[in-house]
């Protein structure tokens, strides 16, 4: 549920990476402005891409009120976060090293706020999406109870931003302390331990991974499951099917294996927007 806090005379621009080549790459963002629109906290709603039309360097173009809070739909802080979209939306100084978090920009004060996937209301998100794909599918014997689930969250990983891998850890750190499930774990496509060394970490044969993407895409749908173990071809045809690429569960290497869809269109995410919004309000 929405929170009833309103933003009156303040408009609110979600931003999202965008893509040429995937055409499910905005839907994230999409869903959560639409949400947001519908529930009338804010007076304007608008999306931007780095990728995509609308871009992110004429969207305040579009909007008519004074004040602007913007939340980038990402996973970690970093390059597009830090340097991309502060520039493409004049946050930035030339000459000047970083960037105003709150800026008048033309006539609107811009407010620039957090990305979504390093708030630490993530970790709840997770928690649901992790149970829902193991509630949603029994395996033959029946569901496992959460203390008997090793619980991995899946991400890109890269020898170029710490902050990729710290968003990672970071939510492993609060899904361990809150005790919930039997071990939990941080597991990367590029860097160690890597996305197959699940089954050698887990401490139960139960496996239930959650990739932690704003939107389901190359990534989530085939590289993932292939690394995990499934068949590229059989990926590749589920793909064709539309249809999902690791029908969990999947039994492989002694382990009963869930795997649930990216983060990104988790409903309650629009709930995490409005607290990074929460935190610029005033």
Known sequence: MLPSHSHPGAALVLIGHGSTQNRDSCTPTRQHADALRASGVFEQVLEAYWKQEPSIAGVLR???????YVVPLFISEGYFTEQVIPRELGLTTPGVTGFERIRQVGRHEVRY??????HSSMTRLLVRR???????????????APDDLSLFIAGHGTGNSENSRRAIEDQVER??????F????GVFMEEEPRIADCYRLAGTRHIVMVPFFVSDGLHSHEDIPVLLGADPVDVRARLERREPTWPSPVFHDAHWVWYSRSIGDEPSLTEVILERVGELAG
């Not at 579009?62 to 602007?68: F, N, T």
């Not at 706020?113 to 390093?118: E, F």
């Not at 992790?130 to 496992?144: F, R, S, W």
């Open 62 to 68: 579009g909007i008519w009120h004074p004040r602007v």
């Open 130 to 144: 992790a149970l829902e794909v193991v509630q949603l599918n029994p395996a033959p014997h029946g569901v496992p």
């Open 113 to 118: 706020c957090g990305p979504v996937g390093t």
């Open 182 to 185: 039997h071990d939990v774990h």
């Open 175 to 180: 899904l361990r302390a809150g005790g919930q």
